[in-house]
């Protein structure tokens, strides 16, 4: 195809047809288009529209495609000038493929076939570059239809095309962030909750396909509690108030489980700001919420395991401060000294900012004051007491038990005489002195107002003043038995002189050893048991790791601690029997269950050493009257000697059976090394042991068959021994029988 055509003026197909052509007036159209006719005028104006116009490229082809015009908006668009474009082919402006294939030449025929033709797409400026144009060819005919040309309007929407783009793009990216995106549930609701739009993420977390939920309120994720109270439309309310709405709680799944949730709902309005609907979006937290639950839990775990270590180490200082203390008190003997201890070195251990201790006169009537200290103003008329006075010290004294006042206003009002002298003080703690179950006195502490805010009075401070308060009772019992052995001793000097009177002072000597003994005993209990906690809590690891050598050393030094506490303890009762301080309470025992409770204890020693340990089960209906405990203390002493007595290999029996006269029978019998026959009636004797080999020594105090046998005649019974020596020994035990189980066979 040629790029240049005849001009306009000469090309034969503008030139009307004079046989086609429909008879009019000539001279009236003459007269238009004369200079200055109506024609020419409209002409005219349109010519000027047409050139002037810039935001549009308007010009004319001919039938077969030639560019026949030019305006200044052509020119702007496409970059060419009249001269150079006038009369090559419109085809100039499309890109190559669209040339190929045919594109131009179908534009121009469908606007010929229907009158117009409309299209969007690339075009080529001049200097080769692209822009994206709207064009509309319109086919010019005559009044006769035949056609003449066609008119074409194009317009540059490069700019708008590429906002547009941009939109799309925008729009495809965001609709493939939401439903590419699988941790967050985001979906649409309509203004009314109804699901508008369901991504991956929310299939992810409910459970729900998208045909399965659109469509359906959104109340269907709440439990129903929430949905009870109309929780969902109180959030989709706030959310169309303020614009969103942020909310954490439980939410359900399609097959009803929970898990927990956050939520942010936005509330979505057009350009004139009405609603249209939310957003919203969702995160599955229940993982990190239970990450969270478990960190809170981890946390707690280790504060309890902290405060624990820390009891512990207070609990360890407070052990030592005791032990230190009362090896003070086992240092000395006299009152005086003991103040000294108390007031010196206790008090300030325990915080007290002053105190007094007092103990009950001979007569028993009144509590006198031994010392005090501390005091704003000295408690003159407190000195001597009246136990039927109602004050702190007289009160602890009558009931035996603490009186414990955590603030003065408590203090004023159960003891008002006493808010004057103690004005100063905020916390008073009344502690009794004991001495054999009974109190001697008591040991009064206060402590100041305002003061120690980080050592209040806690049951562990507590606890430690009434553990040392015991300790300063027997510290006080013990000094006064030695006033009281001291006291005996010059009278039985004086006793000399005086046989009646010796004899007097003698049994009193007597019971002051075996008091002064009982209490002795009890004093040496308190460092073994210390030496057997500490052992324990060593074994135990908490001071750190300890090795099996250290475990056997550990385990030896608790075998010898119960050791000796058993021989101190066989000593106590001993003084404690000799002193006729043990009481009883007698009542019906099965011997079935004592024989089968002291058994179980001995059994393990038994086997131990390799012996057979024999027990007949007992009759039923044989009860004895006795004190219970004391009667399987007898049994356990008699059947222990017997496995301690006997070789390896040997046999222990125990049995019971009815004896003459209303009593019951035990038997232990044993097939030991056996007793010679003047030894027998020496077994019984306090701090004497006969062992059944004389070459052999045992451990022990050889007070347990003293022990026993008295107990057996305190219960109205008796021991007895047969027995051959490498053969074996008897032991017979009888005690009453109760006449009521007697009566029932």
Not at 343 to 354: H, I, N, Q, R, S
Not at 392 to 415: H, K, L, Y
Request: one cysteine or more.
């Amino acid at each position: 195809m040629s790029d240049r055509r005849p001009t306009p003026r000469s090309s034969p197909r503008l030139r009307a047809d004079p046989a086609s052509q429909t008879p009019f007036d000539q001279g009236a159209a003459e007269r238009e288009r004369a200079p200055g006719g109506i024609a020419h005028e409209v002409g005219e104006l349109h010519r000027l529209l047409v050139e002037s116009v810039q935001d549009y490229a308007i010009f004319a082809l001919d039938p077969d495609g030639y560019i026949l015009s030019w305006n200044a908006g052509a020119e702007r668009f496409k970059g060419y000038a009249a001269e150079e474009i006038v009369g090559k082919h419109f085809s100039i402006f499309y890109p190559k493929a669209k040339v190929e294939s045919g594109w131009p030449e179908h534009e121009l025929k469908e606007a010929a076939r229907v009158g117009r033709f409309e299209d969007e797409g690339w075009r080529i400026r001049k200097d080769g570059s692209r822009f994206w144009a709207n064009v509309v060819i319109t086919a010019l005919r005559d009044s006769s239809g035949q056609l003449l040309g066609f008119a074409k309007v194009t317009r540059d929407l490069t700019e708008r095309r590429a906002a547009e783009e941009a939109l799309r793009l925008s729009e495809e990216r965001f609709r493939l962030l939401v439903t590419s995106v699988k941790y967050y549930a985001i979906f649409m609701l309509d203004p009314g909750g109804h699901v508008a739009t369901w991504n991956e993420g929310a299939e992810r977390a409910k459970g729900y396909k998208a045909e399965e939920i659109i469509g359906k309120h959104f109340s269907i994720f709440y439990p129903p509690e929430k949905v009870a109270v109309r929780f969902p439309d109180f959030e989709l309310a706030e959310a169309a108030r303020v614009g969103h709405f942020e909310d954490e709680g439980w939410r359900i799944r399609k097959d009803g489980s929970r898990f927990w949730a956050n939520v942010v709902i936005t509330a979505l309005r057009d350009g004139d700001g009405k609603l249209v609907g939310f957003g919203k979006v969702t995160r599955d937290l229940t993982e990190r919420r239970a990450a969270e639950t478990r960190a809170i839990a981890n946390a707690r775990h280790a504060a309890a395991e902290e405060a624990a270590r820390h009891a512990a180490d207070v609990a360890r200082a407070r052990t030592e401060q005791l032990q230190l203390l009362t090896s003070a008190l086992a240092s000395v003997h006299t009152i005086p000294e003991i103040v000294r201890i108390v007031f010196k070195e206790a008090f300030p251990l325990m915080g007290v900012d002053a105190g007094s201790l007092g103990v009950i006169d001979d007569a028993g009537t009144n509590v006198r004051l031994l010392a005090e200290t501390g005091f704003d103003t000295p408690p003159e008329r407190f000195r001597t007491m009246p136990l039927a006075a109602d004050l702190p010290m007289t009160t602890t004294i009558t009931s035996a038990g603490p009186v414990v006042c955590r603030s003065r206003s408590e203090r004023d009002r159960r003891f008002p005489t006493t808010a004057e002298v103690l004005a100063s003080f905020e916390v008073s703690v009344v502690l009794p002195l004991m001495s054999r179950g009974r109190p001697m006195g008591a040991l009064a502490m206060h402590r100041r107002a305002g003061e120690r805010p980080d050592e209040p009075l806690t049951d562990e401070t507590l606890a430690f003043m009434q553990s040392f308060a015991q300790q300063c009772g027997q510290a006080l019992e013990r000094a006064r038995l030695y006033e009281s052995e001291r006291q005996a001793r010059r009278v039985a000097e004086d006793a000399r002189a005086r046989a009646e009177e010796a004899r007097t002072r003698a049994e009193e000597a007597n019971r002051a050893k075996s008091e002064f003994l009982a209490a002795m005993s009890h004093e040496l209990r308190t460092p073994l048991n210390a030496i057997g906690g500490y052992a324990q809590l060593m074994e135990l690891g908490i001071g750190g790791v300890v090795s099996d050598e250290q475990r056997d050393q550990l385990s030896r030094i608790r075998r010898s601690q119960q050791h000796l506490l058993g021989i101190i303890n066989d000593i106590l009762n001993f003084s404690r029997i000799d002193a006729g301080q043990l009481t009883y309470n007698p009542g019906s025992v099965p011997l079935r269950e004592v024989v089968d409770s002291v058994r179980h204890m001995v059994e393990p020693q038994a086997i131990a050493k390799g012996l057979v340990l024999e027990a007949p089960e007992c009759p039923s209906e044989l009860h004895a009257w006795a004190d219970r405990a004391k009667l399987e203390q007898i049994v356990l002493n008699l059947l222990s000697n017997a496995v301690k007595f006997t070789a390896p290999g040997g046999r222990v029996s125990i049995a019971c059976d009815a004896a003459e006269d209303g009593q019951v029978r035990l038997t232990v019998r044993d097939t030991g090394s056996g007793i010679p026959e003047d030894q027998l009636e020496r077994i019984f004797e306090p701090f004497v042991q006969v062992g059944r080999s004389l070459t052999v020594s045992q451990e022990g105090t050889g007070l347990g068959l003293a022990i026993s046998r008295d107990l057996a005649r305190a219960m109205n019974g008796d021991i007895r021994v047969q027995s051959t020596v490498d053969v074996g020994s008897t032991f017979t035990l009888t005690l009453p029988r109760d006449e009521e189980s007697a009566k029932g066979d």
